[in-house]
């Protein structure tokens, strides 16, 4: 079982909609996360980060951390077709970088 | 800013060949992952460097190699490419090992074995 996984696999919504995206750890020890993006030929870019429980919003993109749960998820407010890519959750035992494990993804399309 | 730049783009090669994928980088990062990128299986990583002259094995390392020959290059050796095999290579840097989990990307390389 992989240790971070993502639903839904793939994810349609209208322009101006919003975007949901869900992760879960299975491993307690793995409860630092992080969200990244790839556009289609490109590398995943980082996103934004969460650490602590609650909300963290930073723009457009707000995430949302359980950590009893180990559940965190992406939302996407108005989203824009420039928003269609592959999105990551990473998680890591702690808040350094060397030991992210991805999820296997959500492609999100937004359609115009 | 700075560029994660990954060579070649494209690789094709045949059964049991030996390949090298180069990656540099002008962000004077300390540290510099592979991953290995396979469709629906997320990023899973082959080969990491602390530092310079450092090199580490990552959860997928069987049947690749690593050098990194200087701060702002790292190469990834694949011993023996399997047949069918399709992949995309992903070269990564950070700051440095304890820092806050942002990873900056190369556009990637894209293996296909015939």
């Known amino acids: 079982q992989q240790k971070v996984q993502q639903s839904p696999e793939s994810l349609s919504v209208p322009e101006g909609g919003m975007a949901s995206l869900n992760c879960t750890s299975s491993?307690?020890?793995?409860?630092y996360f992080w969200w990244y993006r790839q556009h289609s030929g490109e590398g995943p870019k980082a996103l934004m980060s969460i650490f602590s429980d609650g909300d963290k919003k930073e723009g457009r993109f707000t995430a949302h951390l359980n950590k009893a749960s180990l559940h965190v998820s992406l939302h996407i407010r108005d989203s824009q077709p420039s928003d269609s890519a592959l999105y990551f959750c990473a998680a890591s035992e702690h808040s350094g970088s060397w030991q992210l494990i991805f999820g296997s993804g959500t492609q999100l399309t937004v359609m115009p | 800013g700075g560029i994660i730049t990954q060579t070649p783009k494209f690789l094709i090669g045949q059964e049991g060949q030996k390949l090298t994928l180069k990656c540099q980088q002008n962000?004077?990062?300390?540290?510099m992952y592979w991953y290995r990128q396979d469709s629906g299986k997320g990023l899973r990583l082959i080969y990491y460097?602390?530092?310079?002259?450092?090199?580490q094995k990552g959860d997928l390392s069987e049947g690749y190699d690593a050098s990194r020959e200087k701060k702002s290059s790292f190469s990834l050796t694949v011993t023996s490419a399997q047949k069918n095999e399709m992949a995309v290579f992903l070269c990564?840097?950070?700051?440095?090992?304890?820092?806050?989990?942002?990873?900056?990307f190369g556009e990637g390389s894209k293996l296909t074995v015939l």
């Open positions: 990564a840097s950070s700051i440095n090992w304890a820092n806050t989990g942002q990873l900056y």
């Open positions: 491993d307690r020890n793995f409860q």
């Open positions: 460097s602390i530092t310079e002259n450092d090199l």
């Open positions: 962000f004077n990062h300390d540290t």
